[in-house]
């Protein structure tokens, strides 16, 4: 029954977006969405319609759970590529159309919402998703419909060992690095630290178990032990209670316990530890999945109100692209803030799956999957500016994408190499960018 009134709804509201758009003729676009709830990913969904004929992307981001408080920006990335696009004469002649869908930082409504991308909106390029375990879960869905899946931030190492064995079909690419990279990096700023003995606890799914692989291979090589090696500490991401985890987590007398988790668990977690007296003295390592400005305070304070992992390490993808300086005073123009880790990533996704249609002469994903590298790598006129590139195809030129995140140069695997920001915890509980690192 919830179902019935959701269609009528949504149907209610399209004929009366239709009689508005009729009345309106100054207007060029108009959003449609229904807020019925979170029984699945179409009660998620916003269209920005443009044109029937024109190119259609989707993005599949998460706007609520686990990964809400980074997603929610990297998802207004790509409306805000798109309404650029637009504005300077959109794509193959026509307007671009996005349907964006909240993917829940859940596998199961991100498969449902890659489903609805895929066969119901017909989608040519899809950017998403955040969290490897939704994008494994979408990948093999949009890989059967054809459809260009670039995720701006999903990094597990297993992407790429399956682009080996060409199971995506060119069907997939990230603008973010894979964990092989970061963890190394991360080993890199452990060992130069002096930490000698880490332990690690880390969320069971392909981000937090690759990203554990990858970190104690690296951690070894420097000289390193990863104390229950043996034992590794992994945990359910529909997990509440941390007890248990917490207490083998910190076992062995680490010098660092490195979490590898998303926000709302780790900081779960964290206060379990603290809970049982198990973190001071200890230095908290963290990923990229931790950092927010939020994350200090779920986990709380000590007595004497300090932040329980203030002066915790972590490291996250950064941006160095030569259209990073753009993006951010367009950004910061809009949004009035500046843009957070992983909303360039998402920018260069978006930006990639047009650029690509429109070197195709074609908005479908077997277009855009045949042109994603053309129009990323060298050799071509390098440009910055998303509709500069546009203009240089349609004069029938080759370019090279410089993005925001970085060059965006993607290998036959559809990796890129990136730079990371080193961050921490201050006293006021906020996070802090102090480094920037290359792994080597």
């Not at 990948?139 to 701006?152: D, E, G, R």
Request: charged fraction near 20%; hydrophobic fraction near 40%.
């Amino acid at each position: 029954m919830q179902r019935v009134r959701a269609a009528f709804a949504l149907t209610l509201a399209t004929m009366l977006t239709g009689f508005l758009a009729a009345a309106c003729e100054n207007t060029t676009s108009n959003n449609t969405s229904d807020n019925g709830g979170n029984a699945s990913p179409a009660a998620n969904t916003t269209t920005t319609a443009s044109s029937a004929k024109g190119l259609k992307i989707g993005s599949l981001l998460p706007t609520t759970g686990d990964l809400a408080a980074i997603g929610q920006q990297m998802a207004g990335a790509v409306p805000l590529l798109v309404d650029t696009v637009n504005a300077c004469g959109g794509v193959n002649g026509a307007p671009v159309t996005l349907v964006s869908v909240d993917d829940q930082t859940d596998p199961k409504a991100g498969a449902a919402g890659m489903s609805k991308l895929a066969t119901l909106d017909k989608v040519a390029g899809v950017v998403g998703s955040f969290a490897s375990s939704v994008s494994t879960a979408a990948v093999s869905i949009a890989t059967q419909n054809k459809v260009m899946l670039i995720s701006p931030g999903s990094t597990s190492p297993v992407f790429t060992e399956k682009a080996q064995k060409d199971d995506f079909k060119g069907f997939w690419a990230r603008t973010a690095p894979p964990d092989t990279y970061q963890a190394l990096a991360l080993a890199q700023l452990a060992h130069k630290k002096g930490y000698k003995r880490v332990s690690t606890v880390v969320i069971n799914n392909d981000y937090g178990v690759g990203f554990e692989k990858q970190f104690v291979q690296a951690f070894e090589k420097l000289g390193g032990t990863v104390v229950n090696k043996n034992n590794p500490v992994r945990y359910d991401p529909k997990a509440t209670t941390f007890e248990t985890e917490a207490g083998a987590a910190f076992a062995g007398k680490p010098n660092a316990v490195l979490a590898v988790a998303y926000e709302e668990t780790a900081s779960l977690l964290l206060k379990a530890a603290y809970q049982q007296g198990l973190s001071q003295g200890v230095q908290l390592l963290f990923t990229d999945g931790e950092k927010s400005d939020t994350f200090a305070e779920k986990v709380g304070k000590t007595p004497d109100g300090k932040y329980i992992v203030a002066g915790s390490l972590g490291t996250v993808p950064g941006s160095n692209g030569k259209g990073l300086e753009g993006f951010s005073k367009l950004w910061q123009a809009k949004k009035g803030v500046p843009p957070a880790p992983y909303t360039p990533h998402a920018w260069d996704a978006a930006a990639l799956l047009v650029l690509a249609a429109q070197a195709a002469k074609n908005n479908t994903g077997v277009g855009i999957a045949s042109k994603i590298r053309e129009v990323a790598n060298p050799p071509g006129i390098e440009v910055s500016d998303v509709c500069e590139g546009l203009k240089l195809l349609k004069e029938g030129k080759k370019i090279n994408y410089q993005g925001a995140s970085g060059n965006v140069d993607i290998d036959k695997n559809g990796d890129v190499v990136g730079v990371y920001d080193v961050w921490t915890v201050v006293e006021d509980g906020k996070t802090k960018t102090i480094d920037q690192v290359s792994p080597k």
